[in-house]
C-alpha cells in the first residue's frame, strides 16, 4: 500500500495554468502505474492521465490532450500534472491513484489499488 497526497489546487482564470503534484509515501512507488482523475460536482469521477511505472509512457483523456502533463519522479516519489490552458470545465476535485497492475492508463478508477485526499481545482472565467 503506498499513502498519496495531492496540492497544489487552486483558484485561477480561464487561460492560466496551475502544477499538481502527488507525493507517495514508502519505498515501492516505482512499482506503481499513476493515474490522475477528476470530479466535478454531480458527475462520476472520470480518467485525466496515466503514467507507466517509469514515466516513459503516458496516456490522455480527448478532453485534456494538449493542454495537460504527466510526469514523474521516481527519485522524489512524485507524480505531477501541468495544466495550461485551462478552462471553466476543469473546475473538479483532482485525484491521484495507484495502481500495481502491469499496464498504465487504466480508465476504469476501480483498477487503482490506493487514492489521495483529492485538490481542488476551480477555474474562473
Known amino acids: 500500500q503506498v499513502q498519496l497526497v495531492e496540492s497544489g489546487g487552486g483558484l485561477v482564470q480561464a487561460g492560466g495554468s496551475l502544477r499538481l503534484s502527488c507525493a507517495a509515501s514508502?519505498?515501492?512507488?516505482?512499482?506503481?502505474?499513476m493515474g490522475w482523475f477528476r470530479q466535478a460536482p454531480g458527475k462520476e469521477r472520470e480518467f485525466v492521465a496515466g503514467?507507466?511505472?517509469?514515466?516513459?509512457?503516458?496516456d490522455y483523456a480527448d478532453s485534456v490532450k494538449g493542454r495537460f502533463t504527466i510526469s514523474r519522479d521516481n527519485t522524489k516519489n512524485t507524480v505531477y500534472l501541468q495544466m495550461n490552458s485551462l478552462k471553466p470545465e476543469d473546475t473538479a476535485v483532482y485525484y491521484c491513484?495507484?495502481?500495481?497492475?502491469?499496464?498504465?492508463?487504466?480508465?476504469?478508477?476501480?483498477?487503482?489499488?490506493?487514492w489521495g485526499q483529492g485538490t481542488q481545482v476551480t477555474v474562473s472565467l
Open positions: 503514467i507507466s511505472r517509469s514515466g516513459i509512457n503516458t
Open positions: 514508502g519505498r515501492t512507488f516505482s512499482s506503481y502505474a
Open positions: 491513484g495507484g495502481t500495481r497492475r502491469a499496464s498504465f492508463g487504466y480508465v476504469d478508477r476501480r483498477e487503482y489499488d490506493d
